[in-house]
């Protein structure tokens, strides 16, 4: 037989390429759906807010019209703070909190839960009726954290507060909900409920079809904070909170100095990673704040307890650490915080592994980013599923004159801590207009291409007064715009409402 000509060969194979070129960049184009709370400005439901949806593609394209989101919750009472975990049919399950606006209930808030298609239709329930009451009493419940366990089914864990006083009395209790939408226990649990002050910091699951919990444990005198510690507790799948036959939390972080404000994540072997803010209350670091991390096991146990090496993630005498963002990566944990050095702020970032051993500037230091002059604060932190890093920081007081203009800038953190933005040095802008811009929201796309979302606020004529803009920016990983043919930023959403936070929901 006689094998073909080179040139028929060649031309084969090119056409091959050709058809196949956009067969792979159309399995690499996604589509999100961004979930937010949106306030009425004006008309008869005036000070309501529903959670609404805006859909787009990871190549710009947008799927719903900017001026008519998708309604997504829109009963008789304020909507907001959405947690959202997906399904395996392209639609999620969805937490969120409301709060009450009747005369009888004003005030009051209650967590409920739905089950969206991928169109964001209800799953559950019959043609009235397609919400999960999760908690309803006449306390106020809030700050949910919701995780998913290998049966399908879902926790739910949640604050009880039992006044509107900052220093008052709050409890933590959870749920569980099966993937019908039933209540899997005949009633909830309680995870911690004691005199102190418990605040439900994160929660992660173990391997065992439970949860473990992870909260902030203070002591209130006088309208005050006299001592905090860090706790974790193990709910099982029956809605038993102990740690074997102890039905007692364990220390994740306990001293005479206040241990608070954690960030918590899997550590991807049903164990979890917490870093959290130290004050010092007493010798000579008193007043100054430091990051430290933990790693805590499936049964309990602290990994991190070598006292001859303190994981600390940042430690600086002459600068203050607040706020830890958290991710995991196979390696171990990032963590990014804010550092204020005298009157200017940055953010900081480190790398730790799997022994808690910090891994960017030989463990002394973090890796420093921000703008010249500039004030940073609220970053948010992503992987890039490559190996490296997107940080974004809000930045006010340096970008322009416009008076409380509010900016976002973005980096690029490689594996090695090495800043691949701004030169090495310094942040780049996302979004930088003279409207202010905050409550940034990142993901990537399968090429590691980070996607950025934001809230851009108009004034109105009314002072204080704002409508929002929900605007998207993509940077491809040399920090050069992906979209620059769609004159980037896109607005995926306008309707004359007030934008919060949004969450997103991948396919």
């Known amino acids: 037989m006689n094998s073909m000509k080179p040139a028929l060969v060649r031309v084969i194979l090119a056409s091959a390429i050709a058809l196949a070129i956009p067969m792979v960049a159309s399995a690499q184009i996604g589509r999100i759906a961004a979930l937010f709370p949106a306030q009425f400005l ?62 009888a209930h004003a005030g009051d808030r209650d967590i409920l839960m739905r089950r969206l298609d991928r169109e964001g239709h209800d799953r559950w329930g019959d043609s009235t009726n397609h919400i999960t009451p999760i908690a309803r009493s006449n306390f106020r419940e809030q700050n949910a954290r919701a995780v998913k366990l290998y049966d399908g089914s879902i926790m739910v864990l949640y604050e009880v507060h039992y006044s509107a006083s900052i220093y008052g009395d709050v409890d933590i209790a959870a749920v569980k909900i099966g993937a019908d939408g039933k209540p899997v226990w005949g009633s909830g649990s309680w995870v911690a409920k004691t005199k102190r002050r418990e605040l439900l910091s994160g929660a992660v699951a173990d391997s065992r079809g439970g949860v473990i ?21 193990r709910i099982d799948g029956y809605g038993k909170a102990a740690w074997g036959a102890s039905a007692n939390p364990v220390h994740v972080a306990s001293s005479r100095h206040l241990e608070r404000n954690a960030a918590v994540v899997s550590d991807g072997a049903c164990g979890a990673y917490v870093a959290y803010e130290i004050a010092y209350t007493a010798g000579d670091r008193t007043g100054d704040i430091d990051i430290l ?37 196979p390696a171990g944990l990032a963590v990014a915080f804010k550092i204020q050095i005298g009157h200017q702020t940055f953010i900081g970032m480190q790398r730790l592994d799997m022994l808690g051993k910090p891994l960017w500037n030989e463990g002394k230091k973090a890796v420093l980013t921000g703008i010249p002059k500039g004030q940073v604060e609220h970053q948010e932190l992503i ?34 801590g090495a800043q691949a933005w ?72 306008e309707d004359g409402r007030r934008y919060g936070k949004m969450v997103l929901l991948r396919e």
């Open 42 to 103: 004006s008309g008869e439901h005036t000070g309501d807010q529903d959670i609404i949806a805006a859909r787009f593609f990871t190549d710009g394209r947008i799927e719903t019209p900017v001026a008519a989101p998708a309604s997504i919750c829109s009963q008789n009472y304020k909507e907001f703070s959405p947690i959202i975990l997906p399904d395996t049919d392209g639609g999620c399950f969805l937490v969120y909190t409301v709060e009450h606006n009747s005369s």
């Open 213 to 233: 919990a992870v909260y902030e444990s203070a002591s209130i005198a006088k309208d005050s904070v006299v001592a905090s510690d860090l706790l974790a507790m």
């Open 293 to 329: 991390a933990q790693r805590i096991a499936p049964d309990g146990t602290r990994r991190w307890i070598d006292e001859t090496a303190v994981p600390l993630v940042s430690s600086d005498a002459k600068a203050r650490e607040t706020d830890p963002v958290v991710v995991a990566e």
């Open 383 to 416: 992987a890039d599923g490559l190996g490296n890093f997107y940080l974004s920081m809000e930045v006010t007081g340096a970008t322009d004159t416009v008076a409380n203009d509010r900016d976002i800038f973005v980096q690029r953190i490689a594996a090695d």
């Open 422 to 493: 701004g030169d090495g040095e310094y942040a780049v802008a996302a979004f930088n207009t003279p409207m202010p811009e905050r409550d940034a929201t990142l993901t990537v796309d399968p090429l590691g291409q980070l996607i950025i979302l934001a809230v851009r606020d108009t004034p109105t004529a009314i002072p204080g007064e704002y409508t929002s803009q929900v605007i998207a920016q993509k940077f491809a990983v040399d920090g050069a715009s992906s979209w620059a043919s769609l004159q980037p930023p896109i607005i995926l959403s």
